[in-house]
């Protein structure tokens, strides 16, 4: 059986030591704060390396090689936002969540791993008044949900990132006609599931 940490580097495809130091850290933190605040309900440490940093990761297929704002919407425990703050400190992520437990993990969290790129908003996603280049967000509301209430967030040639793990297609139907989708499919190791990654955009008029 693989150490923790061997499989973290595998599934993660990291190589450099100090990266994969800091997905350590943030697992120990986790599984700590969640004794009390309920963050995660998975308590297998590779179900959580795979389900939750893994599935963040997966939105970098979408997000090119350079600088870029980016709004991670209700970020509970910080999914996608904080493991992708980690491998790309060119990414500026703005952490927007309601909740003042899960915004406390989340500024400990930031000054724990010294992500300078990360800033915590308590705040719902409709009270947030920047722009931004990319908005993302791990299957909180429908397509349709998520595309209304965060409309405002983007800049003209801004996209919604979002993960769906069933219900995509349904989903799609119910998006108004002016947004055009991508949809990336991905085979999570370990857990033997999928993820599907979809881009949101809205189509030139």
Same mark, same amino acid.
């Given at each position: 059986?693989?150490?923790?940490?061997?499989? *973290?580097?595998?599934?993660? #495809?990291?190589?450099?030591? +100090?990266? =994969?130091?800091?997905?350590?850290?943030?697992? &120990?933190? @986790? /599984?700590?704060?969640?004794?009390?605040?309920?963050?995660?309900?998975?308590?297998?440490?590779?179900?959580?390396?795979?389900?939750?940093?893994?599935?963040?990761?997966?939105?970098?297929?979408?997000?090119?090689?350079?600088?870029?704002?980016?709004?991670?919407?209700?970020?509970?425990?910080?999914?996608?936002?904080?493991? *992708?703050?980690?491998?790309? #400190?060119?990414?500026?992520? +703005?952490? =927007?969540?309601?909740?003042?437990?899960?915004? &406390?993990? @989340? /500024?400990?969290?930031?000054?724990?791993?010294?992500?300078?790129?990360?800033?915590?908003?308590?705040?719902?996603?409709?009270?947030?008044?920047?722009?931004?280049?990319?908005?993302?967000?791990?299957?909180?509301?429908?397509?349709?949900?998520?595309?209304?209430?965060?409309?405002?967030?983007?800049?003209?040639?801004?996209?919604?990132?979002?993960?769906?793990?069933?219900?995509?297609?349904?989903?799609?139907?119910?998006?108004?006609?002016?947004?055009?989708?991508?949809?990336?499919?991905?085979?999570?190791?370990?857990?033997?599931?999928?993820?599907?990654?979809?881009?949101?955009?809205?189509?030139?008029?």
């Amino acid at each position: 059986m693989k150490d923790l940490k061997t499989f *973290l580097k595998e599934c993660l #495809n990291l190589n450099d030591e +100090a990266t =994969v130091d800091k997905f350590l850290i943030y697992l &120990a933190e @986790l /599984k700590k704060w969640s004794k009390v605040y309920n963050l995660t309900s998975i308590e297998d440490e590779k179900e959580i390396v795979v389900k939750h940093f893994l599935d963040s990761l997966l939105y970098l297929s979408f997000i090119p090689q350079k600088p870029l704002s980016i709004a991670d919407i209700g970020s509970g425990a910080g999914f996608p936002g904080v493991p *992708l703050a980690i491998v790309r #400190n060119d990414l500026k992520i +703005a952490l =927007v969540e309601p909740s003042w437990k899960k915004c &406390a993990f @989340l /500024k400990n969290l930031k000054t724990k791993l010294n992500l300078s790129n990360i800033k915590v908003y308590q705040s719902r996603a409709e009270e947030v008044e920047e722009k931004f280049d990319i908005v993302v967000s791990r299957a909180l509301w429908s397509l349709k949900e998520f595309v209304e209430k965060c409309e405002h967030l983007l800049k003209d040639s801004g996209y919604f990132l979002i993960s769906k793990s069933f219900k995509l297609h349904e989903e799609m139907k119910q998006l108004p006609q002016q947004y055009r989708t991508e949809i990336k499919e991905f085979n999570l190791p370990y857990v033997n599931g999928k993820r599907y990654i979809v881009k949101i955009e809205k189509c030139e008029s």
